[in-house]
C-alpha cells in the first residue's frame, strides 16, 4: 500500500537502508495469526502473564470530545470558554452586597408585615378573588388563601434583592464547588456515530473489517497508535492512492496490528510527554492565568501539532531554560509516534548525547564521527544531479559565508563545485569521496590531470570544457576554490575517514526518504569537531529544504529538528524554509540567542518562522527582537488619581476622624480617566526580566493563517 505506513522506509541511494527480507511463502510470520499444518494453535498470551485489558480506558480516549479550538490549544476533552472575560465582582464586594441586599428585603417584609406601609399591598388579592373565598368561614381556607398570598409577596421580594445581591453569584462561586457530585461518564455515542464502530468504513462497504476492529477495540488488543495508523490507511484508500480490497483482507487477517510500521513497532518504549494521536497534539504546558494572556486561553492546556508546525518553529533561550527537554523531545517523540502511525516523517539533529531520546525511538540512527555508527550519512543528498549536489554542498560548506544580507547567494561557489562533480560523475558514475573532493579544490595538478585523461578516454567534451573553466579560475582572485578546500578538509579528518563513503562499501542515509514514513537521529561530533557540526547541520539542513520541497507524497508531514542551530541560519536557509509550508512540512529550530544569527538575517528569520518562542532568561537585545516582530496593540490605559477631601463643618471632620481611624486612610475622592493607547504585546524588558523561571512567550501561527498572541506559558504543567 502507498503512503499508509505500509511503504519501505528506504531511501533512494543505490545502497538503501536495508530491512529484513520477506518471509518465504507457507511461512509462520509473528503477525500471521496462522499455525503451519500440524502445529497446535498459537496460545493466546505467555504463560502466567497479566490478562489484556477490557478496552474501557481505550474506548474513553477514543469518544473523548474534541471540539474545534483556537490554534495551540490542547483539544482533549477540552471545554471552550468565552471569549472576552466576564466581569468578576471583587470577593468582599460581592459579600457584602449579598448581605446588604437581605437586610434591606427583610426590612421591607418587615414595613409590610407590621402595617407600616399600608395595606395597598393585599389590594390586588382583594380585586381578583370573590370575597367568598377571602372572607370565607372555613379557617383552612382562609388561612391557605392570604398565606398563599404572602408566600407568593415573600418570594417576589427574594427574587428581587437576591438579584441585586448576586445570590446566584454567591452559590455559583462558594456553595456550588463544595456540593458538586463527580460528573457522570458520558454515554456511548449512537452506533452511526460512534467512532470505536468505524462508522465510515461501514459506510463504504467494509462492514467485516470495521466489525473486526470494533472487537480489536473492545477486547483491549488495540492502541491510540494502532487507531492512527488503520485512520491513516485508510485515508489513503479513500483518496484512491491503495485498493478497498487489500486494506479490508488485511483488516480482517491481523486486526489492529494491520498496515504496519516497516519497523513493526506499535508503539515507543515509553512517552515523556502527553500526546493526542486523534488530533496529532502533543501538549507541552498550560497557558498561565495572565492578564496578558486573551481569556480564551488562560488556564487551558498548550498543544503543538503539524497544522503550527507547517509553519516551522524558532525557540531561543539560554542553556537550562528547557529547550531540549520541554520543548525539543516532546516535539520529536510526537513526530515518531506521527511516523509510526504512517503520516509523518522526521529527522532529529543534534549533538551526541544531547537527550534526544533513545535509540530504540528512531529506525536510522547517523552517529557520525563514531566507529560503531551503523548507518553512514550521504553528502551528496542521494541525487544523481552534479548541479543539484553543488548547490547543496555549497550551502552545507559555505553557506556561513556569503553576504549575510537576504540577496546574498553562493552561486559561485555552486558553479565551482558544479565544475568538478559533473566531470567526475561523468567518468566514474559516483561523486567524489570526500579526500578526492578536497584534492580537486586545491587545484593538485595530479587528480586535475587524471580526471582530465578519463574524460578524453570517454569522449565526454562537454565536460572537459567545464574542467578547462574550472582550471583557468584556479589562483584568480575572487576564486572560491581555496575557501571551499579548507571547509571540506574539516571534514577529511581521521575521525570522518570511515564517513561520506561514495562507493557503496558503507550505508547510507539519504533524505531523499522523506517519502517514507522513516524516523531518524543525526549525532553530530559537538565535542573536538564544533565547526564540522555546523557544517553538518548547514548539509542536513539544505538536503532536507531540497527534499521536502519535491517529493511526491506531501500527505506526509515532513519535520527536520534541529536541536542548536547555531551557524546554520543563511540566506538561502531563510528562503527555503518559507516554502516549505506549502510542501506540508517544517523545521523546528533552537537558539542560545539571536546573537548566533547575523543581524540582517534576524528580521527576515523571525518573519519567515511562523511560531515564535522566547524562554526566560532571554537578553534584553533579543527580547527587542521578539518585541518588534510581535509588534503592538491597542489596550485601554486607566489612570486613577485621589485627592483629599477636606472638610468644612464639625459634624463633616467629626465623619473623617472616625473613617480615619476605622480605615486607616484619609478620605480621599477618586477620579478615574479612561483612554485608548497602544502599547507593545510584550515589551524587551518584560520578556529579559517578567518571565518566570519555566515558562516561555509563545506566539503561534498555523498552516491555515489563524494567529494565537504571544502566550505565557508553564512549560513545567
Not at 399591598?121 to 391557605?144: K, T
Not at 555508527?373 to 553543488?390: F, V
Amino acid at each position: 500500500m502507498d503512503s499508509d505506513g505500509t511503504h519501505d522506509a528506504r531511501g533512494t541511494h543505490p545502497t538503501p537502508v536495508p530491512r529484513p527480507a520477506a518471509p518465504p511463502p507457507g511461512a509462520v510470520t509473528p503477525h500471521s495469526g496462522v499455525p503451519a499444518p500440524g502445529l497446535p494453535p498459537r496460545p493466546a498470551g505467555a504463560p502466567g502473564a497479566p490478562p489484556l485489558p477490557d478496552g474501557a480506558a481505550f474506548l474513553g480516549w477514543l469518544r473523548a470530545p474534541r471540539p474545534a479550538t483556537l490554534p495551540g490549544i490542547w483539544r482533549f476533552a477540552h471545554k471552550p470558554r468565552p471569549a472576552q472575560e466576564p466581569e468578576v465582582v471583587p470577593t468582599r464586594q460581592l459579600l457584602s452586597g449579598a448581605l446588604i441586599a437581605f437586610l434591606v428585603g427583610w426590612l421591607v417584609w418587615s414595613l409590610l408585615w407590621n402595617g407600616y406601609l399600608g395595606g395597598w399591598w393585599v389590594l390586588p388579592l382583594e380585586l381578583f378573588l370573590p370575597d367568598s373565598w377571602i372572607y370565607a368561614h372555613d379557617e383552612l381556607g382562609n388561612a391557605f388563601v392570604w398565606y398563599g398570598y404572602y408566600t407568593l409577596i415573600a418570594f417576589g421580594i427574594m427574587i428581587a434583592v437576591g438579584k441585586i445581591g448576586r445570590w446566584g453569584e454567591v452559590w455559583r462561586r462558594f456553595a456550588a464547588p463544595h456540593l458538586r457530585r463527580r460528573e457522570a461518564p458520558a454515554p456511548p455515542p449512537p452506533p452511526e456515530e460512534d467512532p470505536a464502530r468505524w462508522p465510515q468504513l461501514r459506510a463504504a462497504g467494509a462492514a467485516a473489517a470495521a466489525d473486526r476492529l470494533a472487537a480489536d477495540a473492545g477486547a483491549g488488543l488495540m492502541r491510540d497508535v494502532d487507531h492512527a495508523r488503520i485512520a491513516r490507511a485508510w485515508r489513503s484508500v479513500r483518496s484512491g492512492r491503495s485498493p478497498l480490497a487489500a486494506f479490508t483482507d488485511a483488516v480482517v487477517r491481523d486486526g489492529a496490528r494491520a498496515c504496519p510500521h516497516p519497523s513493526g513497532d506499535r508503539d515507543l518504549p515509553a512517552r515523556a510527554a502527553r500526546h493526542d494521536l486523534a488530533t496529532a497534539q502533543v501538549r507541552i504546558g498550560t497557558t498561565a492565568d495572565d492578564p496578558r494572556n486573551p481569556y480564551a486561553y488562560r488556564g487551558t492546556g498548550l498543544a503543538l501539532g503539524p497544522e503550527l508546525l507547517g509553519t516551522s518553529l524558532l525557540a531561543v533561550g539560554p542553556g537550562g531554560s528547557g529547550k531540549t527537554a520541554r520543548v525539543v523531545w516532546p516535539l520529536a517523540e510526537s513526530l515518531c509516534l506521527g511516523a509510526l502511525a504512517g503520516r509523518a516523517a522526521v529527522v532529529v539533529v543534534g549533538a551526541a548525547g544531547a537527550g534526544l531520546g533513545p535509540t530504540e525511538d528512531y529506525d536510522v540512527v547517523v552517529r557520525v564521527g563514531h566507529p560503531d555508527s551503523e548507518y553512514d550519512l550521504d553528502l551528496y543528498g542521494g541525487t544523481t544531479d552534479p548541479d543539484e549536489a553543488a548547490a547543496v554542498l555549497a550551502e552545507a560548506l559555505v553557506g556561513d559565508l556569503v553576504d549575510p544580507h537576504p540577496s546574498g547567494d553562493s552561486r559561485r561557489s555552486t558553479t565551482c563545485l558544479a565544475q568538478l562533480l559533473g566531470p567526475h560523475y561523468a567518468v566514474h558514475r559516483r561523486f567524489p569521496s570526500v579526500p578526492e573532493l578536497r584534492a580537486l579544490l586545491d587545484g593538485s595538478p595530479g587528480p586535475l590531470g587524471a580526471l582530465r585523461k578519463a574524460l578524453q578516454d570517454a569522449g565526454q567534451n562537454a565536460m572537459i570544457r567545464e574542467l578547462d573553466a574550472r582550471e583557468r579560475q584556479l589562483g584568480h582572485p575572487g576564486d572560491p576554490g581555496a575557501v571551499l578546500a579548507d571547509r571540506i578538509a574539516l571534514l577529511d579528518r581521521p575521525a570522518f575517514a570511515a564517513f561520506f563513503d561514495t562507493t557503496g562499501r558503507s550505508t547510507p542515509f539519504s533524505l531523499r526518504a522523506l517519502d517514507h514514513p522513516v524516523r531518524v537521529r543525526v549525532d553530530l561530533p559537538e565535542r573536538g569537531h564544533a565547526d564540522a557540526s555546523r557544517i553538518l547541520a548547514r548539509l542536513v539542513l539544505a538536503q532536507f529544504t531540497a527534499s521536502a520541497a519535491v517529493r511526491e507524497d506531501r500527505s506526509l508531514f515532513a519535520c527536520l529538528v534541529l536541536d542548536d542551530a547555531s551557524g546554520t541560519v543563511t540566506p538561502e536557509a531563510v528562503r527555503r524554509v518559507q516554502r516549505l509550508r506549502s510542501a506540508n512540512a517544517g523545521v523546528v529550530m533552537t537558539l542560545r540567542t539571536l546573537d548566533d544569527v547575523p543581524r540582517p538575517l534576524r528580521t527576515p528569520l523571525l518573519g519567515a518562522i511562523g511560531c515564535r518562542m522566547a524562554l526566560s532568561g532571554l537578553t534584553p537585545w533579543d527580547g527587542q527582537d521578539f518585541a518588534e516582530v510581535w509588534g503592538k496593540e491597542w489596550t485601554e490605559a486607566r489612570d486613577v488619581t485621589d485627592r483629599q477631601i477636606i472638610a468644612e463643618t464639625p459634624l463633616g471632620k467629626t465623619v473623617h476622624m472616625l473613617r480615619r481611624v476605622i480605615t486607616g486612610n484619609a478620605p480621599t475622592a477618586r477620579a478615574v480617566t479612561v483612554r485608548q493607547v497602544e502599547r507593545e504585546r510584550w515589551s524587551a524588558s518584560e520578556l529579559a526580566h517578567g518571565v518566570p523561571p519555566g515558562h516561555a512567550v509563545l506566539s503561534l501561527t498555523d498552516v491555515r493563517g489563524e494567529y494565537a498572541p504571544p502566550l505565557l506559558v508553564d512549560l513545567r504543567a
